[in-house]
């Protein structure tokens, strides 16, 4: 991934931060932002889990959690992906083309719906309070990223989220 930067979680291969810049040409062009990765044991036969941890506006990404609603990760992972198709396929496919009829951020889903310049003055604007590439850090103490759950699968997290054990809290499948 030439143009990431990622950082290991205390040395740990199966978690670490990438640092990761806004589509060429999309609204969020200008913006980057710290993704967390997760990588299951039975990686890459499971999907690694992912989530923003600074926010991000659009529809089909929860502002708070960072959690991502995206089919291709969340449900029809195969061991053919790898990660690099996630950070130069998915992710950037996300951004270009939200689908607004699948929201996990109902605010932004209705004005890309209704009032497309809206929209893209509020994603500028979370661009310049959130996203500002000298403010996004891959140190893991930045911005004090260790209190931000990100949720299962592209879902509001549930009242039984812990049950196993093995899974990372809050964390998206993709």
Known sequence: MSDYEVNLNNDNMQEFFVRFHGPKETHYEGGVWKVRVELPDQYPYKSPSIGFLNKIFHPNIDEQSGSVCLDVINQTWSPMFDLINIFEVFLP???????????????????????????????????????????????????DDSDIEISDQGSLPSDNENEDEDEVPGAVDI
Do not use: F, W
Request: glycine share 2%.
């Open 93 to 143: 496919q996300l951004l270009r083309y939200p689908n607004p009829t699948d929201p996990l951020n109902g605010e932004a889903a209705s004005l890309s719906m209704r009032d497309q310049k809206t929209y893209e003055t509020k994603i500028k604007e979370y661009i310049q309070l959130y996203a500002l590439p000298e403010n996004v850090k891959l140190d893991q103490n930045n911005d």
